[in-house]
């Protein structure tokens, strides 16, 4: 293992300072009119996707949900497609005709997003399979939430990965919710990472807040992947910083247990650690912030000045031909 | 080629069972591509497939790329969909077409959609071999025929084949198809025999075949009622009506101009399914006809489908349950 470079733990910290940033001008552009999308927030968890991102080669696979703006910006997904594809326009990652809940850019290696929740989980496994198949090396790195541990298809998808030992890395970002339903209250598992290692597989939880843990963390299951050592179960420990969408409310959350996770909340607290523990200078940070504020507003801009798809593309794509449809 | 010449150069081709045939089209698959690899339940040797399609595959190729799964019908489908992603070519064995709804989220809303939802950039080139069940008294879990379900799909492609050969032809084309396909086998016809092309050997997706020509009634039809439609058409042409019997072979692509063609010729027609007829297959295909040639039939399209209940184990009732020679020869009858 490799100790965690200033260098690397700065990269690190602009990604998530991307995503931060992409996520505040989003939640501005709904709340004035300006911008309209469905838009599940990533506040709180962009410390996991970021680290991840540091030890993935391009040509790694990554899979999402629909909770996954963090997992695309980290992966490489260009921030101008992405946000024209949260948009609706043609110049999107898929035209405008996937949306938040689907993007796919396989030039980043970031293959799918699904809407469905546990519904990754057994399109990872194949996608490790094929690397397995192949001998090409490569990693599948799957993220989903808490809530995916309580529904069949997961289960099915770790048990057959650790039975195949193929190389993919469960991401499980535990936020404490399940869409809007408290963890204690699904489930009477205390730790995810003991459940699922119990399918003979490397589980560990870990903070999903600390850019050290977590790149600690991703370095060794990515290693072990990449080696032929199998697959493995990260619990990242963070915290979902509001609703279950855009819009939505927040009642069900114990208002001081969510004021607690705000205080440490992953952005400014690595911040303070990069400046107490890393002798990062303010100078530096706050010219990356700057720059990165510039980059986001730049993409969005591009984002809104494009065009939406036109009619024709409601019917290609369906199949390879269009012959194929039924007319 | 006209049907008779067809049947002339099929006296040639050596004969095996449509299991064989399946078989044969995942053996030169195999030996072409290296990258088509089977996934499912008990397909590996010595079992081979419950129905035999793997017979010998995992012996000759491997347990690589022909490779047992645990009962897990979500994560066979959604494996072959990841490997297919990145251009492999699964063939996925789901055991029977009733375990479909165990996978339906990674058919319907992954399979299906992801060619869609990423504008193009990615496709998913499965085929998803299943058997159909029905006039086995395998009861209302293992005998239904699902093909009006995937219809309703937008993104999958649906092949039922009747005889060995279209097995082989339809089967190896849909491996090496780009988009999804669902292949399937019904139990009744698995083991019957017939003339099948040696070597390679590929039929379109989307083309008709005509099984019997005739000039009153024509008859549409697909998979393991095709036989029951033929029995009931040989029955009637001794009383002097001449069935036309189309077998559809795919239900996407659909070749609806074969049915047009033949319908405004007859002018009477008759569609058979062993699918619900209630929101079936045959209410599309009704519809479009009725809509193409109205004024122009003697009489409305007819459906015969199955009854709108579950399946019933007794023999007696299961009888009644799906359309059969007599009552598909009564219902010609009626129409001629």
């Given at each position: 293992m490799t100790a965690l470079t200033n260098d690397a733990a700065l990269r690190i910290f602009r990604t998530m300072t991307t995503i931060r940033t992409t996520e505040n001008r989003i939640i501005r552009g709904l709340n004035s009119g300006e911008l309209t999308m469905t838009f599940y927030t990533v506040r709180g968890q962009e410390a996991i996707p970021a680290a991840i991102g540091e030890h993935l080669r391009r040509e790694d696979y990554m899979v999402t949900t629909y909770r996954g703006m963090h997992d695309c910006i980290a992966k490489g997904v260009p921030l101008e497609e992405l946000l024209a594809e949260m948009c609706g326009k043609s110049t999107g990652t898929s035209k405008g005709k996937g949306g938040p809940m689907h993007v796919s850019d396989p030039h980043s290696g970031l293959m799918v997003t699904t809407?469905?929740?546990?519904?990754g989980l057994p399109i990872a496994v194949g996608l490790a399979l094929s690397s397995a198949l192949r001998g090409d090396g490569r990693v599948t790195v799957v993220n989903f939430g808490d809530g995916a541990t309580s529904i069949g298809a997961t289960h099915e998808a770790v048990n057959l990965a650790a039975l195949w030992q193929v190389p993919v890395v469960f991401v499980c970002q535990n936020n404490r919710y399940g869409e809007h339903t408290k963890f204690a209250d699904y489930t009477r598992s205390a730790s995810l990472a003991e459940r699922f290692a119990t399918y003979g597989l490397s589980a560990r939880a870990v903070d999903g807040n600390s850019i050290e843990a977590m790149s600690e963390a991703a370095e060794a299951a990515i290693t072990q992947a990449r080696s032929g050592g199998g697959p493995t179960f990260l619990e990242c420990m963070t915290y979902r910083l509001g609703g279950h969408s855009f819009g939505s409310t927040t009642e069900y959350m114990d208002p001081d247990e969510l004021a607690r996770a705000e205080a440490e909340e992953p952005v400014a607290r690595n911040r303070r650690w990069l400046v107490a523990e890393r002798g990062i200078g303010e100078d530096v940070l706050n010219q990356m912030e700057a720059e990165v504020e510039a980059q986001v507003e730049s993409a969005l801009t591009f984002a809104k000045n494009s065009d939406p798809p036109p009619p024709e593309e409601l019917h290609t794509d369906v199949f390879s031909t269009m012959a194929a449809s039924p007319r | 080629m006209t049907p008779q010449q067809q049947a002339n150069a099929a006296v040639a081709d050596p004969v095996c069972t449509l299991s064989d045939a399946v078989n044969q089209a995942i053996d030169i698959a195999m030996e072409e591509d290296s990258e088509v690899f089977c996934l499912g339940e008990d397909i590996e040797d010595p079992i081979g497939g419950v129905m035999k399609g793997t017979k010998g595959l995992s012996t000759k190729y491997g347990r690589d790329r022909v490779r047992n799964t645990p009962i897990s019908e979500q994560a066979i489908v959604g494996a072959a969909i990841g490997a297919s992603l990145v251009g492999m070519r699964p063939i996925a064995e789901v055991m029977l077409m009733d375990f479909f709804a165990v996978a339906m989220d990674q058919v319907a809303n992954h399979a299906a959609k992801l060619r869609y939802m990423s504008g193009g950039r990615t496709n998913v080139p499965i085929t998803i071999r299943t058997s159909v069940g029905g006039g086995r008294q395998f009861g209302a879990q293992h005998s239904q025929s699902l093909e009006g379900w995937m219809m309703q799909t937008p993104g999958l492609k649906v092949v039922m084949p009747s005889t060995p050969r279209d097995a082989k032809g339809l089967l190896y084309t849909c491996i090496f198809d780009d988009d999804p396909c669902i292949h399937m086998e019904a139990l009744t016809l698995l083991f019957t025999r017939g003339p099948v092309p040696a070597g390679r050997y590929a039929i379109p997706l989307g083309v008709a075949d005509v099984k019997r020509s005739g000039d009153d009634v024509t008859l549409v039809t697909w998979g393991w009622q095709v036989p029951e439609a033929l029995a009931a058409a040989e029955q009637l042409e001794s009383e002097g009506i001449s069935t036309e019997v189309i077998d559809l072979r795919t239900l996407v692509p659909l070749d609806i101009d074969a049915v047009l063609q033949s319908a405004e010729r007859t002018k009477r027609v008759l569609i058979v399914h062993a699918a619900t007829q209630f929101a079936g297959p045959g209410a599309e295909i009704a519809a479009v006809v009725s809509h193409e040639l109205f004024g122009e039939l003697e009489k409305p399209v007819e459906r015969m489908g199955s009854v709108y209940s579950p399946i019933p184990y007794a023999a007696e009732l299961e009888t009644l349950h799906y359309p059969e020679r007599l009552r598909i020869a009564e219902a010609v009858r009626r129409l001629a």
């Open positions: 809407g469905v929740v546990g519904g | -």
